[in-house]
């Protein structure tokens, strides 16, 4: 995997980091979830009630910007995502964020500063980084393109449980209007929205396991890179 690049885009709650950390693990190589990057920075946002403004003053919220310092480092093997200096990745997931973070992501300005870190980040191990726009934005000219889907009750259910197992107080119909409205804004909005790329391979996993779509995508990775 040395210096390729594996983009893994695709609608909201499709287990993309879950098969992008899969993957990772196998081939040795380095994880991106770019989808924490906006969440810290609608964390940033939420923490500072600044989030106030998303709509009101949204120059007044870039001018803000300049306060969030978005970094990985390496812990345990595994780089870990930091804001201003803390380690914030458990708070990332919450419903709170969640119903916030579209909005955040289609300002552009912050799309900018946010796809010069992913542009920036090590590569030389190979990467594989998951997300709404990798393929056709961050690295339009990734080694593999997937695209996941799946439906929304499937995904919805997924979801929920993952945010039950943490504790948190939601109920499945909060999960399934949080999909259903990000996935909406995301694939509408004017800067980058969520497309299938025309050379995306297209895997919808509905009825698929992740040890399913871990082994069709190692058939590919096999047998574009090593034969
Ligand atoms: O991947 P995840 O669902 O955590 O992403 C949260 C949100 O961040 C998405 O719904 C989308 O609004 C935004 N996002 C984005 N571009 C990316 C990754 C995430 O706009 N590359």
């Known amino acids: 995997m040395v210096g390729r ?4 885009d695709g609608h909201a709650s499709t287990g993309k980091s879950s098969l992008a950390k899969k993957l990772s693990n196998e081939f040795n190589c380095t994880h991106i979830n770019s989808g924490s990057m906006y969440r810290a920075v609608t964390l ?12 009101s003053d949204t120059n007044y919220l870039i001018s803000k910007l300049n306060d969030v310092k978005i970094e990985f480092r390496k812990d345990g ?13 458990k708070d990332l997931n919450s419903l709170v964020v969640s119903n916030e973070v579209s909005n955040i992501a289609a300002v552009p300005e912050i799309r900018a500063k946010l796809v010069k870190l992913q542009r920036e980040i ?7 980084m998951d997300g709404r726009d990798i393929g056709s934005v961050v690295f339009p000219n990734a080694d593999i393109k997937l695209f996941l889907t ?3 009750e499937v995904r919805a259910k997924r979801r929920y449980d993952e945010l039950i197992k943490k504790g948190a107080n939601v109920t499945l119909n909060d999960v399934i209007y949080n999909i259903e409205d990000r996935d909406l804004k995301d694939s509408n909005r004017k800067t980058s929205p969520l497309i299938i790329d025309d050379d995306a391979i297209l895997i919808d996993n509905t009825n698929k396991t992740i040890s399913d779509q871990v082994r069709m995508i190692k058939e590919i990775i096999q047998s574009r890179f090593y034969n």
């Open 122 to 128: 090590d590569r030389s191990n190979g990467i594989i």
């Open 77 to 89: 093997g595994k780089l870990k995502l930091f804001l201003n200096g803390e380690n914030i990745e």
């Open 5 to 8: 690049i594996i983009a893994i």
């Open 150 to 152: 799946a439906s929304i």
């Open 44 to 55: 940033y946002m939420i923490n500072n009630n600044l989030i106030k403004y998303i709509k």
